[in-house]
Every structure is written in structure tokens, then in C-alpha cells.
């Protein structure tokens, strides 16, 4: 069974900042791993997802995250914040053979400051 | 554009009636899933279906029911609704292949059960 933790229930920066939001899974077999943003009372919107070769993967309005094998890390960082990124976010993880059952995190709530 | 369209968007039902949540999916898409959310337990994954006139158990599946009569429509039930079903539902679709383990997701209904 596939689990995902993400440690921090909220973070909080201003805008321009550098952001990092950390997950953590377990699983020893293939995975994908991917990350979702919900804005407010929006359903969940993809933002982008892993599964092999480079361990650097970009996304949408400049995201990008960065898997680790020996850490069983997936984290997601921007470089520079905007106001509008805040929102809640979530990873999850899918074994290659559970058919695209995703199992999520509990998700990060992002607050960005003017 | 592709969607994934929830109805109703909210509702409002007694204990022991019985709840129909629909979804409809414009992506042409074989895979459908219902999720529920609660605050602090992100999403948990309920019904599942790979294709019309089949549904699989996911995670937490007790106390509901789905439906998939056609590829574009998935249905959950609430036979006999519970206090502790008050939630909000997503629906989402993804494709079988070229794009798979990305799951487009609908706007939630937000289900008060009284």
C-alpha cells in the first residue's frame, strides 16, 4: 500500500518569495507521482507528475518538483511567488499496478502576501 | 473543451434519505473515480470504474454505491444517508493511455446530510 505525507499543514511567504513544499511517500515498487492545486472552492487542477528519467520535472506557471529516490521525496518549488498561487496543495502517488488509484497527501495550504 | 461536470453543486439532505451525486465527463475518457474530502484527511478515493457498466471498491467505500451507465456518466448513491457522510465529493476522469495517471477533475458538490 502507498502512502503520502506532506509535513507542513500550512506555509506561508510573500510574494517573489522562493517556495518549497515537501512530500514524502512509501512505496518499493514503480510509481508516479504527481502534484495538484485546488484554489478555493475550485475542484483540483494538475500541475504536473513523474514517473522516470530526469528526476526534474517542470510544470505549469513556473512549478517544477524534483524526485528522490534514497530521500522518497517529491517536492514542488517556485522560484518566485505571486498572490495568486496561493491555494491548497496536494501530491499524490499511484503504483503502476493499481490501475491509476491515486492516493493524496493531505494536502499544503499556501498563503502568498502582498 | 474537455470537462468534468458535478451535479448538484450542493445539497442539503436528512438522515436515512437517500442521495444521487451525478458526473459527467466530456474527455472521452475510459477511468472515472469518486473521492470524498474532509479537512485534514485530503482526498480519499470511493468508487472507481475502468468502464461503462462496471464500478470497483476503492479505499473507503462503505455506506456508498456507484453507478456507471454510460462511458461519460458516474453516479454515486447514498442509499441510506449518515451524519457522517456530510463531505465534499469530487468526480474526476482520466484517460487509459497517453496521459494516464493525470485525473481532470469536476468543481465538487458539498453535501450537508442533517
Known amino acids: 500500500t502507498q502512502t503520502v505525507s506532506q509535513s507542513d499543514a500550512h506555509v506561508t511567504v510573500f510574494e517573489g518569495d522562493s517556495v518549497e513544499l515537501r512530500c514524502n511517500y512509501s512505496y518499493g515498487g514503480s510509481i508516479y507521482l504527481s502534484w495538484y492545486i485546488q484554489h478555493h472552492g475550485r475542484g483540483l487542477q494538475f500541475l504536473l507528475k513523474?514517473?522516470?528519467?530526469?528526476?526534474v520535472v517542470q510544470g505549469v506557471n513556473g512549478f517544477e518538483a524534483e524526485f528522490s529516490k534514497s530521500d522518497s521525496s517529491f517536492h514542488l518549488r517556485k522560484a518566485s511567488v505571486h498572490w495568486s498561487d496561493s491555494a491548497v496543495y496536494f501530491c499524490a502517488v499511484s503504483a503502476t499496478s493499481s490501475g491509476q488509484k491515486l492516493v493524496f497527501g493531505q494536502g499544503t495550504i499556501l498563503k502568498v502576501y502582498l | 473543451e474537455a470537462a468534468v461536470t458535478q451535479s448538484p453543486r450542493s445539497k442539503v439532505a436528512v438522515t436515512g434519505g437517500k442521495v444521487t451525486l451525478s458526473c459527467h465527463q466530456t474527455?472521452?475518457?475510459?477511468?472515472m473515480y469518486w473521492y470524498r474530502q474532509d479537512t485534514g484527511h485530503g482526498l480519499r478515493l470511493i468508487h472507481y470504474?475502468?468502464?461503462?457498466?462496471?464500478?470497483e471498491k476503492g479505499d473507503i467505500p462503505d455506506g456508498y454505491k456507484a453507478s456507471r451507465p454510460s462511458q461519460e456518466n458516474f453516479s454515486l448513491i447514498l442509499e441510506l444517508a449518515s451524519l457522517s457522510q456530510t463531505a465534499v465529493y469530487f468526480c474526476a476522469s482520466s484517460p487509459r493511455l497517453g496521459g494516464q495517471n493525470t485525473l481532470y477533475f469536476g468543481a465538487g458538490t458539498r453535501l450537508s446530510v442533517l
Open positions: 470504474s475502468y468502464v461503462a457498466d462496471s464500478t
Open positions: 513523474y514517473y522516470s528519467g530526469n528526476p
Open positions: 474527455n472521452n475518457h475510459d477511468y
